[in-house]
Nanobody
C-alpha cells in the first residue's frame, strides 16, 4: 500500500491544521494507521493511531485533548486534526500502516508515506 500525507504548513501557536493520509494501491481496510513525527535532532515519536475498524484510537500524552485521529474508510483516508498547536509540535509528520494491528512503535508499521512539514510559530 502506498501512503500520501498532506496538509502540513505554517501556523501560529494556538492555530489548527488537519493532516490527511491517503492510501493507494491497496485499501486501508485491514491496516491500522498511525501518525508519527520527527523534529530536527530528535527521535521519531508516536503521535496517534487508529485501528482498521476505526473503533480504537490512541493518542500520545503530549497531544491528548488537542489532536484527534479519525478515518474515512470510504475514502481510504486517515486524518489527524490538530488544534491548539504549540511551537513544540513543529516536526515532519508521517503516516504509516500496520497489518498486524495498532502499535505505538515505529517498528510495528509495515508501510510509510513521505512526511509533511508542520511548523508552528510562537
Amino acid at each position: 500500500v502506498q501512503l500520501q500525507a498532506s496538509g502540513g504548513g505554517l501556523v501560529q501557536a494556538g492555530g489548527s491544521l488537519r493532516l490527511s493520509c491517503a492510501a493507494s494501491g491497496r485499501s486501508f481496510s485491514r491496516y491500522a494507521v498511525g501518525w508519527f513525527r520527527q523534529a530536527p535532532g530528535r527521535e521519531r515519536e508516536f503521535v496517534a493511531a487508529i485501528s482498521w475498524s476505526g473503533d480504537s484510537t490512541y493518542h500520545a500524552d503530549s497531544v491528548k485533548g488537542r489532536f484527534t485521529i479519525s478515518s474515512d474508510n470510504a475514502k481510504d483516508t486517515v486524518y489527524l486534526q490538530m488544534n491548539s498547536l504549540k511551537p513544540e509540535d513543529t516536526a515532519v509528520y508521517s503516516c504509516a500502516a500496520a497489518y498486524r494491528g495498532v502499535g505505538t512503535r515505529s517498528y510495528e508499521y509495515d508501510y510509510w508515506g513521505q512526511g509533511t512539514q508542520v511548523t508552528v510559530s510562537s
